[in-house]
């Protein structure tokens, strides 16, 4: 009886999992792009090259948004951004191009080069600061990034899937809905990447 139970967590997990990446794909696929440079030459450069480096023309906007977030989980990760200190601004290009560039940082630094990158792709992806609940329990201070597709607001956080370890997407295109008690209290965090208007 054990192993049946065990067997059926298994197959409605492998089937959220799977109705989930349809509704990404659904989503992403079909949201209107609309390209954007960070305006930093410095940083465009190096999104630019890591974009021809994880994707191609042919690929879809889901593979691509994909594309963008197993880059910063696979290849980078939690530490202190210090290429971000050679710029005199502690914006959201320094950190963006310190990521990419240095492959460590901490959530500001993964969100910033996430934003970035979906960015100049089309979508209207920005940063967020706010509360998220911490793995031993209560909240700590925290940054994420948002893609906004027809007025709903999609949660995509690469530094936590990254935290919690390989091939999981539990903050990959998901609504704050669908992670209950996971943020709170969040706003735009200005000076960073900002809503499209």
Not at 105 to 132: E, H, K, M, P, W
Request: with cysteine; hydrophobic share 35%; glycine share 8%.
């Amino acid at each position: 009886m054990k192993n049946f139970l065990i067997t059926c967590a298994a197959v409605l997990l492998l089937f959220t999992s799977s109705a989930m990446a349809s509704d990404a794909e659904y989503l992403l696929n079909n949201a209107e792009l609309n390209p954007t440079s960070t305006g930093a030459d410095y940083c465009d450069e190096i999104v630019w090259q890591t974009l021809n480096q994880i994707t191609t023309d042919d690929m879809t906007t889901y593979d691509k948004v994909r594309a963008c977030y197993d880059y910063l989980v696979y290849n980078c990760s939690y530490g202190d951004n210090v290429l971000r200190l050679d710029f005199p601004e502690d914006n959201g290009t320094a950190r963006a191009y310190g990521m990419l560039v240095g492959h460590v940082g901490a959530c500001d630094d993964y969100s910033c080069a996430f934003a970035a990158l979906t960015r100049a792709i089309g979508l209207n992806c920005y940063t967020v600061y706010g509360q998220t609940a911490r793995a031993d329990g209560g909240y700590t201070g925290h940054i994420w990034c948002v893609i906004a597709i027809d007025g709903v607001e999609y949660v995509f956080d690469p530094q936590i899937d990254d935290n919690i370890g390989a091939d999981v997407y539990y903050r990959f295109c998901v609504t704050y809905d669908e992670t209950p008690g996971s943020y709170y209290d969040s706003e735009v965090r200005w000076g960073y990447f900002e809503p499209f208007y």
